[in-house]
């Protein structure tokens, strides 16, 4: 029945409700019966439902005409028929929370769960006295818990987790003193925890998970929660130690604090939780050895301790826990060996201790592991042979043990894995051949073991592994021919063989592999032509440093998806065909060193994704640049030397992200461009084309007579010069000495403030000089000023006012921006001959940038903008190591650039550069780091032309993403509310060995 519009006021407002009540009892009992036989619950129940904005019939039965609330939807009474329930969930209410019920003087369970409730939690719950259970989770209640919810001593059940809930966790929480179940996780609650929660002796559930800005040490009263059963303050900023008094939780079955600020030891007292099921404490600052007490834990089950700094052995006595199932204590700083007692663990289905400083043999033992499913050794310094019984393991799905020092053969017993579904072996000392008993495992997806000294052929049995997905050999000493087989494998989506020994042509049964996008066949001996056909999905093809031969086939030209080419160093012969320019997707083109002939086809220039590189060199091209090439406005790398190419370079000029271009031995004429590119290039990339000239005489080399008497020439001039000008500054030097004092009188700054300052103009230029140097720029040099106040403030000089443009651009970003890591901006100084400009106020920590300053620095003194790409590289390479560049650490006292460039010179594994917390990431992101690491080396360059410029660095980072069609992306994070928060054990811990390793790849 729908009432009228003012009536429908009078249920609104609590106050008339009540006054109308009375006044019908007085006036018309038979009125009051008839009409409103529905009693004050009711009223006060009808009030709450039309305050709500929603369209849901799920309150249809709430109506004036049933006179009992008690068959309403959702209300429950007891036999005096008095409401003790209100209980409705999953429900589009739209709506704020009931402040009206206090008629419901019997109301013991309120229920609101997931029904679109918002706003704050009204002070008058506190007036419900008989409450026992208030669930408001899942909505979207805001403002602060009222201190008034600790008025009701009854309370049993308080959930308010999953909302906007902000402020403090009530000081007063201790009151409760019927408590048994508060969760307020995945909110945004501050502060501290109380120290009033010791007082909840019956409380069994404490959850606060997921509220970041939850700061402190979790207090030692805690201990007094004796019944207490689950402990969870996952992803919070909960800091300090462990308080020992968890030892008193003898009750206790979970400890999820993981995510969080932890630091200090495990304390040994968590040995006393013998109830303890599940500990979670990963991703903290945990540090200390693991407690050999925690072998006392035998209901022990879950056990993640991966990613802290702890150190020493992992303890025999966890051989004791025999009903753990999973162990990850990956990423730390672990030593010693694997204790044998692991074996004991016969229901263990994950051991994850990848990451850590591991060493000896994997123990014999974990045979009798007959339960696991996943065991992961990687990044450590495990020496000897694999000496597992796998026979015994038939439910092992995944085994990663690459980067150790593991030697001998690949146990053929590994076979016998039926669900094996990863294997990841590489960078190791594996030798012998690879079974062929291993591509007869049906359920094989990933099978990695590049980068070791396996040697014989490849199985023809590899057709038979129809699920594989990823395969990677390269870096080992395979030889004989690729089985046509491997056309059979059509999930396959990655395929490495490169650096190998293999011979033959690549089989033309390759086009089977319908999935693949990934084909790397580089630095074998392959011989013969190209396929004919290859796989439409292709996005990536290196087969160079072989011995190919022939036309490139009409299969290249036909890939619609193809990205990065790269065929150079081969025999092709015959015309690059014009059919590449329908490849609109391609970035890079390598085709040089190579016998191609005939004319740079101009349908190249009709690549619009072609950024990266384009290398011709090497060939027998002849004739002109086309005209075409000039659209290839995106293109970084041109390299088009050693051929016979001729007419002008004024094509080029159209060009403007060009970072490096080589056009050398060729039969170029003409004029060079006048641009700043061209003029910046080293004359080594020109020589060898006879008729090129710049504006001043030929770029060519003259012959040794006329070149010394030009020299000579040159260098009379130069002396000459040199000596005037010698003479005009020490003129210049003693009149400006002696008339400095009148000039500084009458010099006027204009100074125009951004703060209100407290110094005056002279102490500041006072400060100019060159003991206060701290940095210096492209646009000028930095000064560390100190004010009679006390204060720093950071003064920058600019080098010339052209760059004026440049200076307005400074000034108006930083007058704009505001940010705790961005100096402010104080105001800008102007005037006399000096232009000195007051840029920024400074902390101590800007002073004193040594380590990043480019080497050619101590020599010239002069800064470039290949200087400041050597300090970004710095600084990318102080993020990727976790190293300072003056870091005391490092062996024989080197800088971190020499330490990371002896290190790769070396040939040495670029993970071992890394910071540990970096290591054993998922395949993508271990891809990226390293190509990171790549570009950071290329920034350090030790001379200033072969670093990249700036443009170029935001190219190739550009350039560092995941293939699109990589395995599917899935979160290693786990929900403060997760009950079992297991990491992803394909992402943490899987191989990062999942890249390509050739010039362009890695």
């Known amino acids: 029945m729908e009432l009228p519009s003012n009536v ?190 010791g007082k909840l002796q019956k409380l069994e559930v404490f959850r606060s998970g997921g509220n970041q800005n939850l700061k402190g040490s979790l207090p030692p009263e805690i201990g007094n929660c004796s019944n207490l059963v689950m402990l969870g303050l996952a992803e919070t900023g909960i800091s300090g130690r462990l308080p020992s008094t968890i030892g008193l939780l003898q009750r206790l079955q979970t400890i999820a604090i993981y995510t969080a600020m932890i630091s200090g030891t495990i304390p040994e007292e968590i040995g006393n939780c013998t109830e303890l099921t599940s500990l979670y404490l990963y991703q903290n600052s945990l540090s200390g050895p693991i407690p050999s007490k925690l072998g006392k834990l035998e209901n022990l089950q879950s056990m993640l301790l991966w990613q802290n700094s702890l150190v020493g052995s992992i303890p025999p006595e ?152 990823r395969l990677r050999l390269n870096g080992n000493r395979l030889a004989g021919t690729m089985p046509a087989e491997i056309g059979y494998l059509k999930s396959l989506n990655f395929l490495d063989m490169s650096n190998n020994l293999l011979i033959g042509p690549i089989p033309t049964a390759i086009s089977g592999c319908e999935s693949l996008e990934f084909l790397d066949l580089h630095s074998n001996a392959l011989t013969g032509v190209l396929p004919e056909s290859l796989p439409k999905s292709l996005q990536f093809i290196d087969v160079s440093d072989n011995r190919l031969s022939g036309p490139l086939s009409a299969a290249i030209v036909s890939l619609p998806e193809l990205t990065k080419l790269i065929a150079g160093r081969n025999l092709f012969s015959g015309g690059i065909p014009a059919e590449l320019g329908s490849c609109s997707k391609l970035q890079l083109l390598d085709v040089g060193d190579n016998s191609f002939s005939g004319r740079i086809p101009g349908e190249l220039g009709q690549l619009p994704a072609l950024e990266i590189s384009l290398n011709l060199s090497c060939n027998h091209l002849s004739g002109d640049i086309p005209a075409q090439l000039s659209a290839l406005e995106k293109l970084g790398c041109l390299d088009i030397s050693h051929n016979e190419l001729s007419g002008s370079l004024d094509v080029l000029a159209a060009l403007q992200n060009l970072v490096t271009l080589n056009v050398s031995f060729n039969a170029f004429s003409g004029e060079l461009p006048d641009t700043p590119f061209f003029r910046k290039l080293p004359l080594s990339d020109l020589e060898g084309n006879h008729g090129l000239f710049i504006a001043n005489g030929p770029a060519r080399q003259e012959p040794s007579s006329r070149a010394a008497i030009s020299a000579l020439k040159l260098a009379m001039s ?189 040939k040495r594994d670029p993970v071992e550069l890394l910071d540990a917390r970096l290591r054993g990431r998922p395949d993508h992101q271990t891809q990226e780091i390293q190509q990171a690491l790549a570009i950071a080396s290329l920034c350090v360059g030790a001379r200033a032309e072969d670093r990249p410029t700036m443009n170029d660095v935001a190219a190739l980072l550009k350039e560092i993403r995941r293939p699109a069609n990589e395995e599917p992306k899935e979160s290693a994070a786990v929900s403060a509310a997760a009950a079992s928060p297991v990491r992803n054990v394909d992402l943490v811990g899987s191989s990062n060995c999942s890249f390509a390793m050739s010039d362009y790849s890695s």
């Open 8 to 197: 429908r006021a009078i249920y609104r407002s609590p106050t008339i409700l009540t006054s109308l009540i009375l006044l019908l009892t007085a006036s018309s009992p038979f009125f009051f019966s008839c009409c409103l036989s529905i009693d004050v619950q009711g009223l006060a129940l009808l009030s709450w439902k039309h305050s709500l904005n929603s369209s849901t019939d799920a309150l249809s039965s709430w109506k004036p005409s049933d006179p009992d609330p008690c068959k309403w939807f959702g209300v429950a009474c007891n036999s005096k028929l008095q409401v003790i329930s209100l209980s409705i969930t999953s429900v589009d209410l739209q709506g704020s929370l009931p402040s009206n019920l206090q008629p419901l003087k019997s109301l013991k369970t309120l229920v609101l769960s997931a029904t679109n409730i918002s706003g704050p939690i009204p002070r008058e719950f506190g007036d419900y006295r008989e409450l026992a259970i208030v669930d408001l989770s899942r909505n979207q209640i805001t403002g602060e818990i009222p201190a008034e919810v600790c008025k009701l001593s009854k309370l049993e059940s308080l959930v308010l987790n999953s909302n906007s809930l902000q402020g403090a966790i009530p000081a007063d929480i201790g009151n409760l003193s019927s408590l048994t179940y508060l969760t307020l996780y995945d909110n945004f609650l501050s502060s501290e925890i109380p120290a009033s929660i």
């Open 318 to 469: 966890l051989g004791r826990c025999k009903q753990l199932m999973l162990a990850d204590l990956s990423m730390n700083l672990l030593t010693g060996s694997i204790p044998r007692s692991i074996g004991n663990l016969t229901n263990l289905q994950q051991l994850q201790l990848s990451s850590n400083q591991l060493s000896g043999l994997i123990p014999q033992e974990m045979s009798s592991c007959a339960a696991l499913t996943d065991l992961e050794v990687d990044n450590n310094e495990l020496s000897g042979e694999i000496q597992i019984d796998f026979t015994k393991l038939e439910n092992l799905t995944l085994f990663y043990a690459w980067q150790n020092r593991l030697t001998g053969s690949i146990p053929a017993s590994l076979a016998q894995c039926r669900n094996l579904q990863s294997v990841d072996l590489s960078y190791n000392n594996l030798t012998g051949p690879i079974p062929k008993e291993l591509f007869g495992l049906q359920n094989l997806t990933k099978l990695l073991l590049l980068w070791n000294e396996l040697s014989g052929f490849v199985p023809p049995d590899i057709g038979n592994c129809t699920n594989l997905f």
């Open 718 to 906: 130069v002396l000459i010069s040199v000596s005037s000008l010698l003479l005009l500054t020490a003129v210049y030097v003693l009149v400006r000495s002696r008339a400095a004092p009148s000039r500084h009188a009458d010099d006027t700054w204009e100074i125009t403030l951004y703060q209100k300052l407290d110094f005056s103009v002279d102490d500041v230029v006072r400060g100019l000089t060159s003991a206060n140097v701290i940095g210096t720029g492209s646009s000028g040099v930095v000064y560390k000023v100190g004010t009679p106040s006390g204060d720093t403030l950071a003064v920058k000089k600019m080098w010339s006012s052209d760059e004026s443009g440049a200076f307005r651009n400074e000034i108006a970003a930083l007058s704009s921006i505001r940010h705790r890591n961005i100096v402010r901006l104080l105001g800008v100084l102007t005037g006399g001959d000096t232009a000195q400009k007051l840029e920024s106020k400074a902390c101590p920590r800007i002073a004193g940038s040594y380590g990043y300053i480019a080497p050619e620095y101590a020599s010239t003194q002069r800064i470039t903008e290949k200087s400041d790409v050597y300090s970004y590289g710095v600084v990318l390479l102080e993020v990727l190591t976790g190293r300072h560049p003056l870091d005391p650490s490092l062996p024989g006292g080197m800088h971190l650039v020499q330490w990371a460039r002896e290190h790769l010179q070396s």
